[in-house]
């Protein structure tokens, strides 16, 4: 069978991706992963899908705030199908659903005890301060804590996001692997069943079987 992959944001933009390979910058990183994903599409019929709109969307919104050029876009749209999942026809076990349900009911219970521990954290500087302006520096502060605790606590290994989900929706409809550096994405990957290559990984991945497939022409050898 020929390989399908479904591409979130991250499979581009991944910052692991860049010092793994030693690009420059973000653009350079995208550039090479599309030329990679070209390479692959022409001399071994690999496919790479993008949920669209929400996951094209993000992504051309992250390369303009870049300032990438007008090239990389030509590029995405050249090499990448953009695809919206078919919503009403996929098909997910409710084993899934009602795993995810009670993951989420976990994540805002320690939500709200990590709120409550703020709350007293925050009515003790009160008491023990006493200007305002002392006092409204170090709740700034605990603020900053509780939010960078809180976006930790409650959005890590879940999916937080309609791109999130597009991309195991696609991935489900045309069985092809995730490739993401999302924690969510990788285990909810997993849990559906779904093939998973971490984004880092992923431009690796490409050269290898393109190595392999030079290698196989030489000898005679088709790779499929």
Request: with cysteine; net charge neutral.
């Amino acid at each position: 069978m020929r390989q399908r992959f479904v591409l979130d944001t991250t499979a581009i933009t991944d910052s692991g991706v860049r010092v793994k390979e030693g690009y420059e910058s973000l653009c350079e990183s995208a550039q090479e992963i599309l030329d990679l994903i070209a390479r692959a599409r022409l001399r071994l019929e690999i496919s790479c899908y993008i949920p669209y709109p929400t996951v094209y969307g993000e992504l051309i919104s992250f390369l303009k705030r870049h300032e990438c050029s007008d090239e990389i876009y030509i590029r995405l749209d050249t090499w990448l199908v953009k695809k919206t999942p078919n919503r009403y026809e996929v098909k997910i076990p409710a084993a899934i659903f009602y795993e995810y349900v009670l993951t989420m009911r976990e994540k805002i219970n320690r939500g709200r005890r990590l709120a409550e521990e703020y709350i007293w954290e925050s009515s003790a500087i009160s008491t023990r301060v006493g200007e305002k302006e002392k006092i409204q520096q170090e709740i700034g502060a605990l603020i900053g804590k509780f939010r960078d605790k809180y976006r930790t606590t409650l959005r890590q290994g879940i999916l937080d996001s309609t791109p999130d989900l597009d991309v195991l929706l696609l991935a489900k409809e045309l069985e092809a692997g995730v490739v993401s550096s999302d924690a969510g994405i990788r285990k909810w990957s997993e849990r559906m069943g779904l093939r998973f290559v971490e984004a880092s990984k992923f431009p690796r991945m490409l050269k290898e079987y393109l190595t392999l497939s030079q290698e196989s022409s030489m000898s005679g050898n088709e790779v499929v």
